[in-house]
């Protein structure tokens, strides 16, 4: 069997034409279709000159052209460098200018997002593209040693580095998948992640090289469990991946029936299957650079605690390393290093970061490499690993990995930020900035600074608060003390007043909602500044109250009545329109699930009753 995945893609467009290989909302894909259409991108590639070693951008929404687009790079022969047009700009125009690709596939209107060989677009050069042979591919020589694809993840030198993947670790990872998993005709599969991010690698190949259909939710409900259930129940899927954190929601709900394997990675894990689950929970780790997947585990239902993060895939090694790089003991704690066909050649562009982090197997051949992930872990005696933490700064946030010194750099470029720094404190992203001084003092400057970072970095890296320092705070050796740096929020007070009647909850929810601090116990007592607010948020949750209670509340209440208990006492004095509470009670019954006590309490505290 070819290790190319496009032959192995071929092999079935060729084997069952008619079978549906590519589903979504608005249309789908058999694999006679995903072929012709791929071979004829494909042959138009290479007529702009695609071919091994050359990088093609592909900067398209998941969609049907996304997929073909990426398979028709892979038959030209090139790499693809994929890139979700829902990413800010401005770092989509970093990136290019990084990765310099030959060309960008694209369909969005206006300018080409960076600096970039030829632009390709899907819609405008349609005709051109529809002139190429379809029935047949173009014969380029492709090595398993050539390049796949290439994709950026958060770089702790300040910007995103390009990991490159040969077509032997995306062959590893597609073959040992299908194998463990048993994927086949008869399976459909989501892909759900966002094209910037390897864990779409794992959800379309494997799919797409074993004749399974691969179905692609709309983006609304994409992230929320209740509906993402409804659709994959929908949809009839039986082999999905979440990431960690929105698998632990929806293993809190029934799961769908036609499920048999839910995959996950990507954090900590700290959930399991409920006794009794219809499906198998695997959990996954491993970094983009060892190709998406090196260990493995399935959880058992029922059992508590963190599972382990399993033992190493078929064609790859776990070494556990020292300092001095010689191997500990089992059991003792070491960082945790990856060799085998997994491994990616580096990052593009940048020697001395690959010579860093790809470094000499000393355990291995002559000639082999480990990469140094920088995660802490130990080994069983029969290979089972457990992961214990960082040994840097790099953190996941909502299953995304971030370097706090890439975001740092981005607020560092608000021009009125002479230093910055970022840390995660109560489990948000937290930047920390020194004003420059003499700068006009408005107060606006925290939420500048993340209007700013807005700008430059994808949502996920975008920091939840920004609070001004004197100055950042250094250990002895200059880095950054982390440890050292305040969390903007107030401990939760000892004596905790939680709301007292069913108005102060409502009004205490909605409060916590729009300060997206949640989980934070409520205390009728907190004041919106502390804990964050301004006023863009004050006029955020003064309609989401008028909403609820149908007043007309000020927008500059939040002057006036910061805390909980003073905005419900004046929600209490101002006149609600006629009527309107009674529909609130009953929207809130069904919301929050208030009793009919519940309700009748609340509509006699506000008077409607
Ligand atoms: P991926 O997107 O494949 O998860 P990234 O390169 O974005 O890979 O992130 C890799 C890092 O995420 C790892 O080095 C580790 O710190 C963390 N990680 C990944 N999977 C797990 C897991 N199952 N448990 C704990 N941490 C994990």
């Keep these: 069997m070819s290790v190319l995945i496009h032959h192995r893609v071929a092999a079935q467009a060729a084997a069952r034409p008619d079978a549906p290989a590519v589903v979504c909302a608005v249309g789908a894909l058999n694999y006679r279709a995903l072929d012709e259409h791929a071979n004829r991108l494909a042959h138009h590639l290479v007529s702009l000159g695609t071919g091994p070693e050359s990088l093609v951008a592909v900067h398209l929404p998941r969609s049907l052209d996304s997929v073909v687009a990426m398979l028709a790079v892979l038959k030209a022969g090139g790499a693809y460098l994929p890139l979700d047009p829902a990413q800010p700009g401005a770092r989509t125009a970093r990136i290019l200018a990084d990765a310099a690709p030959d060309v960008l596939v694209t369909d969005a209107p206006g300018d080409t997002p960076g600096p970039v060989g030829t632009t390709l677009h899907l819609t405008h050069d349609a005709p051109a ?27 702790s030198t300040g910007a995103p580095k390009g990991v490159m993947v040969p077509h032997a ?55 929320q469990p209740e509906q993402l259930l409804r659709w994959l129940t929908a949809e009839g899927i039986t082999v999905a991946f979440l990431p960690t954190p929105l698998a632990a929601e929806v293993l809190r709900l029934p799961g769908p029936s036609s499920l048999r394997t839910l995959l996950t990675g990507g954090d900590v894990l700290t959930v399991a299957p409920a006794p009794g689950a219809a499906y198998e929970l695997v959990n996954h780790y491993g970094p983009t650079e060892a190709t998406v997947v090196a260990t493995a585990a399935t959880v058992p239902a029922g059992t508590p605690g963190v599972p382990p993060i399993g033992k190493p895939i078929r064609g790859v090694r776990v070494r556990l390393l020292d300092d001095d790089a010689r191997p500990v003991p089992d059991n003792a704690e070491g960082e945790l290093c990856i060799s085998g066909t997994g491994l990616a050649r580096g990052y593009l562009g940048s020697p001395r970061l690959t010579a860093e982090r790809f470094t000499p197997d000393p355990t291995g051949p002559a000639g082999g490499r480990v990469y140094r992930t920088g995660d802490l872990a130990t080994q069983l005696s029969d290979g089972t690993v457990h992961f ?105 007070p000892d004596v905790v007043v939680g709301p ?64 909980i208990a003073e905005l419900t006492d004046e929600l209490r004095r101002l006149e609600p329109a006629p009527g309107h509470l009674a529909e609130v009670a009953e929207r809130h019954r069904q919301v929050a699930q208030l009793s009919d006590e519940d309700v009748e309490a609340l509509l006699a505290q506000l008077g409607d009753a």
């Design 129 to 155: 593209i529809a002139a190429h042979p379809e029935v047949t591919a173009p014969e380029v020589p492709v090595h398993p040693d050539n390049l796949a694809y290439v994709i950026h993840t958060s770089g």
């Design 169 to 223: 670790g995306l062959a590893n990872l597609v073959e040992w998948h299908v194998d463990r998993y048993g994927v086949g005709s008869g399976d459909r599969t989501s892909h759900l992640a966002a094209l910037g991010f390897d864990a779409t690698v794992w959800e379309v190949w494997p799919t797409l090289a074993s004749g399974a259909t691969l179905h692609l939710p709309s983006e609304v409900g994409r992230t």
């Design 388 to 492: 214990h933490g960082r040994l840097d700064d790099q953190v996941q946030l909502r299953g995304f990995r971030v370097e706090p010194a890439e975001v740092a750099a981005a607020l560092s470029e608000h021009p009125d930020v002479v230093n910055a720094a970022v840390a995660v404190r109560s489990g948000l992203l937290i930047g920390y900035v020194v004003p420059r001084s003499g700068r006009d003092d408005s107060g606006d400057l925290p939420e500048a600074v993340r209007a700013h970072a807005a700008v430059l970095l994808p949502q996920h890296m975008v920091p939840a608060r920004v609070m001004l320092l004197e100055e950042i705070p250094v250990t002895l050796h200059g880095k950054v003390d982390r440890n050292a740096l305040p969390d903007p929020l107030p401990a939760v």
């Design 500 to 563: 007292r009647d069913a108005v102060e909850a409502m009004v205490a929810e909605t409060w916590y909602e729009v300060l997206e601090l949640s989980d934070r116990p409520a205390h009728v007592h907190d004041d919106f500044y502390v804990l964050g607010g301004h006023s863009l948020l004050a006029h955020r949750l003064a309609v989401r109250l008028r909403d609820l209670f149908g007043t007309r509340l000020p927008l500059h209440f939040a002057l006036t009545a910061p805390t």
